[in-house]
């Protein structure tokens, strides 16, 4: 079955153990779910995944008929928690909502534990939101055109912000440098937290996250300049990309999504994305998520899901070794 994994499973398990894709035969045949349903969120409680998977828990509960229940487990950029997920039982009781970090880690850790693509499969891309390039309103700039002119005059003289060394600001960031020509200081901060409270206090240049990253500052103390999606998103229609206003060719987006253990039985994959896809549609999830979070809901098919990590996987993976990116 396809969706047992895009490498293939591992070719034997010690001790006699049946593979995931013997085993799915039979679990397809038994009644799903069978008892309550897990989901992993490898993040501390507050963050966006956790927020996202906390607002989407009682509609998916009602739609599956059993208990969803959302079990952090943070660490290590969400490696930790997904590694859980990635050793669960192919049953599908265990779910893990997963942040864009998901498909830097690979490159970025050395020993994940587990294989992305092989021990776990897409099952939704759930939602997308450009990361705003701001400055705090006591900085002069209006546009970032204005910024990478003054960078390329003065180089390593104005700071960037971002919620770590291998986020997916940091690395954006690294490939518009690149591409552009300019160099500017990297001021990693561990997590969105204090980077949004460093932000509001003047302390960066040009604080760069989600909206919902950046904490209800936008528009208040913050001025956005640039947004880095490939086209503007809805959220921000007047916001120009980074591709219009300075840098051609930029395309990243934040991005939230679900997966699960590698040998799920198609049939159960099915059942828990038509849940899912069931309780995204709802008007107040859907608004709530667009505002204040500034979210674009997507709500993908895993096929589609797939193929946008693959493609996520290999172009952080090149921006990480062409900028000799390492972790802290």
């Known amino acids: 079955m396809p969706i047992i994994g895009r490498r293939g499973l591992i070719a034997g398990l010690a001790g006699g153990a049946l593979l995931p894709s013997q085993a799915a035969p039979a679990l397809a045949q038994s009644p799903w779910p069978s008892g309550p349903v897990r989901i992993i969120v490898p993040f501390p409680p507050g963050g966006s995944v956790d927020t996202i998977t906390r607002l989407l828990q009682p509609r998916l509960s009602q739609e599956l008929g059993v208990p969803v229940v959302v ?12 590694a859980v997920a990635a050793r669960a039982q192919p049953d599908g009781h265990t779910w893990v909502a997963v942040f864009d970090s998901h498909a830097v880690n690979p490159s970025f850790i050395s020993n994940l534990g587990f294989d992305p693509q092989r ?45 770590g060394v291998g986020s997916l600001s940091h690395l954006t960031m690294s490939l518009m440098q690149q591409l552009g020509g300019f160099r500017m200081v990297h001021v990693p901060y ?89 309780a995204l549609s709802q008007p107040e999830v859907q608004a709530r998520m667009a505002n204040p979070m500034g979210l674009d809901v997507i709500g993908s098919s895993p096929s589609e899901f797939g193929a946008f990590l693959d493609r996520q996987m290999a172009t952080w993976a090149r921006v990480i070794r062409e900028n000799n990116i390492k972790p802290d």
């Open 71 to 82: 079990e952090n487990r943070p660490g290590a950029s969400g490696a930790l928690g997904t």
């Open 119 to 163: 021990d776990l499969v897409p099952v939704m891309l759930i939602a997308a939101a450009p990361m705003l390039i701001t400055t705090h309103n006591s900085r002069p700039w209006r546009t970032l055109g204005e910024v990478v002119e003054e960078a390329k005059r003065r180089p390593d003289t104005i700071t960037y912000g971002s919620i």
């Open 190 to 278: 561990r997590g969105g937290g204090p980077m949004s409270a460093a932000a509001a206090a003047g302390e960066l240049d040009l604080p760069m996250a989600s909206n919902a990253g950046l904490g209800g500052q936008v528009g208040v103390s913050l001025r956005p300049l640039a947004q880095t999606g490939g086209q503007r998103s809805p959220a921000f229609p007047d916001l120009p990309t980074v591709s219009e206003a300075a840098v051609p060719g930029i395309d990243a987006r934040a991005w939230w999504g679900m997966l699960t253990r590698a040998g799920t039985p198609e049939p159960v994959i099915a059942k828990f994305h038509a849940g899912l896809k069931a």
